[in-house]
């Protein structure tokens, strides 16, 4: 009896005992549920104040200057389709014409247009048909209609974007605008059961245990995409089982908050897919451009399933790889779309057969990066770089690509013929070797097409086109003329007999560079043959302070003197400042400010700042368009006649400048529709050892060559109050028929022409004294 009591007694303690560990089990697991909801909780409001906000730091993204087609425009073929590819356009390989695709025939090439949406244009894309003859647009078409075009726009090109620390590049999409298949293939690569669990899959996290467990480390994960999202977003990539919860409670606080389809697509445009060189892909929109160069709506079932494929590894799956593990696993993900039933066995069979074609590789490189560097002093006024690196804008420049490339090669090629012909030129330190500057304009706009500040940016920032302050030499000489022209005329005659000046006490003499012939030459001979002598003289007889009050009307930023040097460019001037002074001579008399900054507009397409064309007139047209004629006298046989030999055959005016010991040398050249300045030098100042026409000109004449969209051939516009009249050679004076035996024809302005006739070879007789003297009182109209 008493040992039943005792075993009754026993039960009742361990049935207390089991009750309070029960009780402290449901305890536990209570405050771990009510703990795990609080932090659930609080992960939910940290997500959707990540998510509520901005969810990715987008960089902002440069663009070139559109390009304008229209029938008379010069065209290089092989040019113009390199401009194709890198604009996205793709070569049709059948007779169908889809959209972004070109076609090259023997007298056209045929586009299909790409939507243009520009801050100053909007357009659906269409296909045109451009005939080609005689390296020139002959006429652009409607393809579908048959309209001629008078013009047609091709979108701007890409050339940097402003990165924050995480260099990422991610072109954003809509779920809207994703295709079903690439859905399909993201889902049977990563997460088939997506649209029916709650963030975590148990089967999966099942599988991932046990394969832990085995290898005693943590080999699988298991992730949903939902999981996947919360880790890449939110944690770190470590691989611990605490993160792993953190990703686990994280995946539960998504999917609480948010749609399925909007998680989605968050997570489409956050994987990470790849490196473009030392910026890494990030998002399918980008993917898509990258390896395929189309968007996202545009890609086949084939190219989604490799691009889904690449999730697990995009560095081992990449198409740029192993093409062999590449198609496995694309064939992979085709094979489970298609177990799912969610292709056929005729889109399998098309897909798997298909070979995997990526775009060819293009890595990120910054584009004309003098000419960015500029942009950016310029947006810095505007926004801190940690907004340019962050909220997607989207900035339009002036430049042109095809210029901007040809100035780099031209300047290259330049610098490097230079060596090879005088091997005192080179030196064994990059820092110190030969250097270059371009810069070519639209005179009328101020437009700036291309910006080269030197040989190689990787061995040198230093931007010699808007830093540098160098000595212009002769083509200084073009500014005194100017001044000269309102006292003195082109046929007016300057001595070329030695002479010495004082200047602070100090004597000082101008020599030529070589030896010119005559006592005198004319305000036209002097600037054509580059004389020093007849130049200083010119400067005196006008004034230095009429000269230097002109000068500075071309808002040149460096201060000028009034010696009598600064006839010969004896001080220095920014290229850039220069190029946009001599604008003015190309453009009747007005001159632009450099405009490099069109628009920037958010991404939302509201435009945040607009940059119009600034000018102000600073010189006549009548005077512009005199000093522009002395300057094609300049090219056509002065000291840059040897462009004709280059192949430069159209009306062309420039000058020729060189510096003393030839420590510079430059030639600026312009036409009606463009302005190219070239400078070349040391950094040190040392000598270069030849001319502005040995150096720079061969240069100019190269990049000028590759540029034939901004050729017209067309001559420059004679104004309204310029006469031209016939001159004698040897006086200077309005040439006397029959009797002058050498003459030629002379620009005037109206107000200050020749009156006289030729004294050196006048005429005798009654009437001809009384006919001189009816001239000299009614003028040259009788």
Known sequence: MGSVKKKTKNKGTLSRFFRFVLWICFAGILVAVLCGCVYTLYLTKLVEDRFSGRRWSVPSTVYSDSTVLYAGRGIDRGSFIEKLRRLGYRKSEDKRLVRGQWRNRSRSIDVFLHDLEVPWKKRK?????????????????????????????????????????????????????????????????????????????????????????????IRQGGSTLTQQLAKNYFLTPERTMRRKINELFISIAIEMKYEKKEILEIYLNEIYLGRKGAVSVNGIGEAADFYFDKKVEELTPAESAVLAGMIKGPNIYTPYGDGIKCRKRRDLVLGIMLKKGWISKKEHKGAVNSPVRPTPYRSYRKKAPYFMDYVASQLNEFYPSAVLSSMGYSIYTTVDTDVQAAAEKALRKGLERLEKQNSALKRRNPEKRLQGAVVVMQPRTGNILAMVGGRDYSVSQFNRALQAKRQPGSCFKPFVAAAALETFKPSDFFSNRKKTYKI???????????????????????????????????????????????????????????????????????????AAAYC???????????????????EKGHSLVRKHVDIDSVISPEKAFLITSMLESVVNTGTARSL??????????????????????????????????????????????????????????????????????????????VVKRRICKQSGELASRRRCPE????????????????????????????????????????
């Open 504 to 578: 602070n006490g100090e004597e000082w003499t101008p020599k030529n560079f070589g030896r010119i012939s005559g006592d005198k030459l004319s305000m036209r001979d002097l600037l054509k043959m580059s004389c020093n002598i007849a130049a200083v003289d010119l400067a005196s007889r006008t004034g230095l302070s009429k000269v230097v009050s002109l000068a500075e009307k071309f808002r040149f930023t460096t201060p000028f003197r009034e010696y009598p040097s600064i006839a010969l460019g004896a001080f220095e001037v920014v290229p850039l400042e220069l």
């Open 125 to 217: 894309g269409f296909p045109v048909k451009i005939r080609i003859r005689d390296g020139k647009i002959a006429g652009i078409a409607h393809m579908k209609t048959g309209d001629a075009l008078a013009v047609i726009e091709l979108e701007p090109e890409e050339i940097m974007q402003f990165f924050g620390k995480e260099r990422e590049r991610r072109d954003l999409i809509s779920i809207k605008n994703v295709p079903e298949h690439l859905v399909q293939a993201v889902l049977a690569a990563e997460d088939a059961r997506f649209f029916s669990h709650l963030g975590f899959d148990p089967a999966g996290l099942a599988r991932a245990f046990y394969t832990n467990l085995k290898h005693g480390e």
């Open 584 to 602: 003015a001579f190309a453009a009747d008399g007005i001159q632009p400010y450099p405009l490099s900054l069109k628009n920037v507009v958010d």
């Open 644 to 721: 004709s030999k280059m192949g430069i055959t159209f009306p062309v005016a420039g000058k020729t400048g060189t510096t003393n010991n030839y420590r510079d040398a430059w030639f600026i050249g312009y036409t009606p529709d463009f302005l190219a300045l070239v400078w070349v030098g040391f950094d040190d100042g040392n000598s270069i050892f030849v001319t502005g026409g040995s150096s720079a000109l061969p240069i100019w004449a190269d990049l000028v060559k590759s540029m034939p969209g901004y050729i017209s051939g067309n001559g420059f516009t004679i104004p309204p109050g």
């Open 743 to 782: 003459t030629y024809d002379e620009y005037f302005l109206e107000t200050n022409r020749p009156l006289s006739e030729c004294r050196v070879h006048k005429s005798s007789g009654f009437f001809r004294r009384l006919f001189n003297k009816g001239r000299s009182v009614f003028g040259n109209d009788i």
